[in-house]
């Protein structure tokens, strides 16, 4: 899991303002996940990726988009349709059956 | 789809005693359970998995049961110490020949295990 990173580890923003979260693995993995955690809540799907250039929504993808241009990368942005976007967010990614997390990046709205 | 419940939310245990949280899920062609223990503010790690062609897996204190028949499956952790605070998630996921590795996971809401000094 040390291949994942996510940046910022912090991040604020205004409310009505679009931010982008970054994720990168150097692991080679095929396979990259968004998921949002609230503060004593589990873990919530927002968008994956089984390959390059493809994606697929999740469970609660509304508010959110990702692009998946490169192997290494998947970008997340929440825009200011998220009504309610002050969470944790894990990226993670996965080969075989094992999947690795990323160490979060946690959003605070203003 | 695939969901995943989890038993119990919280559990309180003195240290040196046993530790058992429960999940049960819905999807039959499920065959891949994880566990997962997550201390505050940081990430989920990976403690132990199970797929479904075994029944049990044990890692020194820990160990993972599965039900098939019954679809649940159950973490077990032995001698409890207080390095094993945090919240567990346990998961599952249906691995098909297309995307194998990269089909996802669906994860139970999570027990917060406080071991008691």
């Known amino acids: 899991d040390g291949g994942i990173t996510q940046s910022p580890k912090y991040l604020f923003r205004k409310e009505g303002q679009n931010v982008t979260l970054s994720c990168e693995q150097n692991?080679?993995?095929?396979?990259m996940y968004w998921y949002r955690q609230d503060p004593g809540q589990g873990l919530r799907l927002i968008y994956y990726?089984?390959?390059?250039?493809?994606?697929q929504k999740g469970d609660i993808a509304e508010g959110y988009s990702v692009s998946r241009e490169k192997k290494e990368s998947f970008p997340l942005t929440v825009t200011s349709a998220q009504k309610n976007p002050t969470a944790f967010y894990l990226c993670?990614?996965?080969?075989?059956?094992?999947?690795?997390f990323g160490p979060g990046t946690r959003l605070t709205v203003l | 789809g695939e969901n995943v419940e989890q038993h119990p939310s919280t559990l309180s245990v003195q240290e040196g005693d046993s530790a058992v949280i429960k999940c049960t899920y819905s999807?039959?062609?499920?065959?891949?359970f994880p566990w997962y223990k997550q201390e505050l503010g940081k990430r989920p790690q990976l403690i132990i998995d199970?797929?479904?062609?075994?029944g049990e897996k044990k890692d020194q204190r820990i160990a993972v049961t599965l039900n098939k028949t019954a679809k649940h499956f159950s973490l077990h952790i032995t001698e409890t110490q207080p390095e094993d605070s945090a919240v567990y998630f346990c998961?599952?996921?249906?691995?098909?020949?297309?995307?194998?590795?990269?089909?996802?996971?669906?994860f139970g809401t999570g027990t917060r295990l406080t071991i008691i000094p």
């Open positions: 692991l080679n993995h095929d396979a």
């Open positions: 993670a990614s996965s080969i075989g059956y094992e999947q690795f």
């Open positions: 199970i797929r479904s062609n075994v």
């Open positions: 990726s089984q390959i390059v250039n493809d994606f």
């Open positions: 998961a599952a996921k249906r691995e098909s020949g297309l995307f194998f590795g990269n089909e996802k996971l669906t």
């Open positions: 999807d039959s062609a499920s065959n891949y």
